[in-house]
């Protein structure tokens, strides 16, 4: 109890100390740059009434978040669909890695900024070229951590296995969904991270509501306080994201 008491006072002090400089800053250096007093008095009503509906693009700050993260959640599910099935085929099969490999290291490192025009392109809807951007750019810490984990099962398991006569089934879900599940619960933690992150581009480029459509449309209304809400509020959202797959893959390990 004392070990959270004393965590949670220095977190505090932290987010003061951050609070102070951001202040110095907006009266100093970015007169622009509105101060964390500014900030709250023009988007307290976004907070104050968070899931109030005024307009398309004129909403309380939780529905705007609800609405990126069931994006995200279709998004994220697309993603470890496609990229767990696929890491445990290149993870089993040493030909098949070497011959994808080449063609991975190259995709993995695409912008979703490069990847949502082609979805506007293959599917002509912004909702469709969301989930395609977001899974096509989540879905590699998935792969290559489910490979990862099929690869390093000890050879004893597969001998044991071999010895049994565990049909291919059995071996699969008996062997390597167990041996490799910390593995991939690590890279559902990622990609759920860059899903996150890639929401918030896919609805600027899209314009569709949500956090990003509408941190978009503030900054192209020059109010700046609303620009800083949003940006607080994906970082929080991001946050407990985190924490909560952190502590779902703690349960995991210590099950």
């Not at 109030?52 to 909403?59: A, P």
């Not at 609800?66 to 890491?87: C, E, H, M, N």
Request: with cysteine; aromatic share 10%.
């Amino acid at each position: 109890m004392k070990k959270i008491i004393h965590n949670t006072g220095l977190s505090l002090i932290g987010v003061a100390l951050v609070v102070a400089l951001w202040a110095g800053v907006s009266s100093t250096v970015a007169k622009d740059l509105p101060s964390p007093a500014k900030t709250w008095e023009e988007s307290k009503l976004y907070v104050m009434d968070p899931w109030e509906k005024r307009g398309e693009m004129d909403q309380g700050i939780l529905r705007m978040a609800f609405y990126s993260l069931i994006r995200v959640g279709k998004g994220f599910l697309l993603a470890i669909a496609i990229g767990a099935p696929l890491g445990f085929i290149l993870g089993s099969s040493p030909v098949m890695s070497r011959m994808f490999d080449p063609v991975i290291q190259v995709l993995r490192p695409i912008s979703p900024l490069a990847w949502l025009p082609l979805g506007l392109v293959l599917f002509r809807q912004s909702e469709p070229a969301a989930l395609f951007t977001i899974a096509l750019c989540s879905m590699w810490p998935t792969v290559v951590n489910t490979m990862h984990g099929v690869r390093s099962i000890p050879q004893d398991y597969l001998n044991v296995a071999t010895v049994l006569r565990l049909s291919p089934w059995k071996q699969f879900t008996k062997i390597l969904v167990p041996a490799t599940l910390p593995y991939m619960f690590t890279g559902f933690r990622l990609s759920l991270g860059i899903a996150w992150l890639v929401i918030v581009a896919a609805e600027m480029l899209t314009g569709t509501p949500g956090v990003g459509g509408f941190l978009w449309q503030e900054y192209n209304s020059l109010i700046y306080s609303h620009i800083l809400l949003c940006i607080i509020t994906i970082g929080v959202v991001g946050f407990t994201l985190d924490r909560l797959m952190g502590m779902a893959e703690a349960r995991l390990k210590a099950a």
